[in-house]
């Protein structure tokens, strides 16, 4: 007995067949799962909601101290102790690790506190999420960043910078934003005195001064998503004036 026929000829099938599977490769390689550690910060806050609200990732896991209170189907929140990370080694296996931890020497009370929370906390975090099989790493930095720089904060961020730089990462971006403008939970009376001079100083930052301007911490939120949704590879080092034009990029695009 001739099996059924379904009217279609061999070659015109094939191309179905092949249309069908390069849609579920498309598929595939769009969903991909991100690990957010700072999502209660000032970017890593806004960087939580773009990640959510985008197609990009099928699942967004935080590692956070206490509970945020915010629920999304794409949204897989664990209460870690970031003092043992490794307890938590599962959390890491995501395609894209997102950085965002960061804290000030006065909140923090000493400059060993602030070390424990600007570079042991995000370097676990980097180191575990390679030995997991991670492929991008994007961390929140900042401007003036080096080992060697005179300032303790900016000694500690370029250390940093350093040591997540050897890991075995195919894509490694670090961002360094200038001051930056947002409502925190907890106020920073220097900084918001440093922002308002900056902004009434704001005419003058132009040309080569153009990195040291202020920038909204929703802009590197949005440079940041933007990166991560590009082709970018190896390393990278974003300026401040650099991730302005990037998120500027990305709000035309959006309009």
């Known amino acids: 007995m001739n ?19 390069r849609a579920k490769q498309h598929e595939t390689t769009k969903a991909r799962s991100a690990l957010l550690v700072g999502a209660s910060g000032l970017i890593g806050g806004h960087l939580l909601d773009r990640l ?53 020497i006065k909140k923090a009370g000493s400059q060993d506190a602030f070390r424990q929370v600007d570079y042991v906390y995000p370097f676990e975090t980097a180191r575990l999420g390679a030995e997991a099989g991670a492929e991008k790493l994007l961390v929140v930095s900042s401007l003036g960043a080096a080992p060697d720089a005179r300032s303790f904060y900016l000694q500690v961020k370029g250390q940093l910078e350093q040591a997540l730089g050897r890991l075995p990462y195919a894509t490694t971006i670090f961002l360094r934003p200038s001051l930056l403008l947002g409502v925190r939970e907890e106020p920073r009376p220097l900084e918001t005195f440093l922002g308002g001079l900056a902004r009434g100083l704001w005419w003058l930052m132009i040309g080569p001064l153009g990195r040291y301007r202020p920038i909204a911490a929703e802009l590197v939120a949005d440079a940041m998503l933007t990166v991560a949704r590009s082709d970018a590879s190896g390393k990278q080092i974003l300026e ?8 500027g990029r990305r709000g035309r695009h959006r309009r």
Do not use: M, Y
Not at 16 to 21: D, H, K, L, T, V
Not at 72 to 80: M, V
């Open 3 to 21: 099996e059924p026929s379904d009217g279609l000829h061999g070659e015109t099938r094939n191309e179905i067949q092949s249309e069908a599977q």
């Open 52 to 104: 959510l609200d985008d197609d990009t990732w099928s699942r967004i896991r935080i590692l956070v101290r206490r509970p945020l209170g915010r629920e999304h189907p794409k949204l897989d929140e664990r209460i870690a102790d970031f003092e043992r990370l490794s307890d938590h080694a599962s959390a890491f296996a995501v395609d894209d690790i997102f950085c965002c931890l960061g804290t000030t």
């Open 240 to 247: 401040s004036d650099t991730i302005r034009a990037i998120a």
